[in-house]
């Protein structure tokens, strides 16, 4: 049975109760599931092919972690701080982010399936060459982000800030860009291709590719 879905994402598969988890630290392979964690420092942790499935993360400190190959599936992570922190072909899988704080965060070429971000900073984030199926960010800061030759087909970017955002080489097909904030974004005609905007934010796309508007 399918779990339930918001807005078409799936939501995580969190059971209504769950018990804190006993983890004070993150080492190799480290595996968490179907538990709960709650205001522990894993501030500069370096670890690779750590798992989470079916874990919910509150104020988590991740503060400037290196996570390779970090998995998160079935996860919610609300009001956690993972600022500066890498995570590189992360995979993220049934997982919503809310009010979380990620500035400059890197996670190159990671997977996102079924994931909502939420009212996140992601000011500085770098998403190059990721993957996204089936995502969302709604009310996120992104100024300055990086999704440079990732793959958003089909990403809902709803009430977010993408100034200076750089998308050249991204697959924007069926991205909806419509309520976004999209001054001195970096990106080409190739790229807008399937894109959806406004009407009002025709004229300023068209100043995004180099097109001067004459308007007398």
């Given at each position: ?16 109760s769950l018990a804190p988890a006993d983890l004070s630290a ?69 997982v919503e982010l809310v009010d979380c704080r990620l500035l ?86 190739a790229e807008m291709r399937g894109a959806i905007i406004s ?18």
């Amino acid at each position: 049975m399918k779990p339930p879905a918001k807005d078409g994402i799936l939501l995580p598969r969190l059971p209504a109760s769950l018990a804190p988890a006993d983890l004070s630290a993150l080492a190799d392979r480290a595996e968490l599931s179907q538990s709960r964690l709650s205001g522990v420092d894993f501030s500069a942790a370096q670890a690779v092919d750590v798992l989470f499935d079916g874990v919910h993360l509150k104020r988590v400190m991740l503060l400037q972690s290196r996570l390779e190959r970090l998995r998160l599936f079935d996860c919610r992570l609300e009001g956690c701080e993972g600022s500066g922190a890498v995570w590189d072909r992360a995979r993220l899988r049934r997982v919503e982010l809310v009010d979380c704080r990620l500035l400059g965060i890197g996670l190159p070429e990671a997977s996102f399936e079924d994931v909502r971000f939420t009212g996140c900073g992601l000011e500085g984030a770098v998403f190059n060459l990721g993957t996204f199926k089936a995502a969302r960010f709604e009310g996120c800061n992104l100024r300055q982000a990086s999704f440079e030759g990732a793959n958003l087909a089909g990403v809902v970017f709803d009430k977010c800030d993408l100034s200076g955002a750089n998308l050249r080489g991204a697959v924007l097909t069926g991205v909806d860009f419509s309520t976004a904030k999209i001054d001195g974004m970096q990106i080409g005609s190739a790229e807008m291709r399937g894109a959806i905007i406004s009407a009002a934010q025709a004229v300023q796309v068209v100043g995004l590719l180099g097109v001067k508007v004459k308007t007398d």
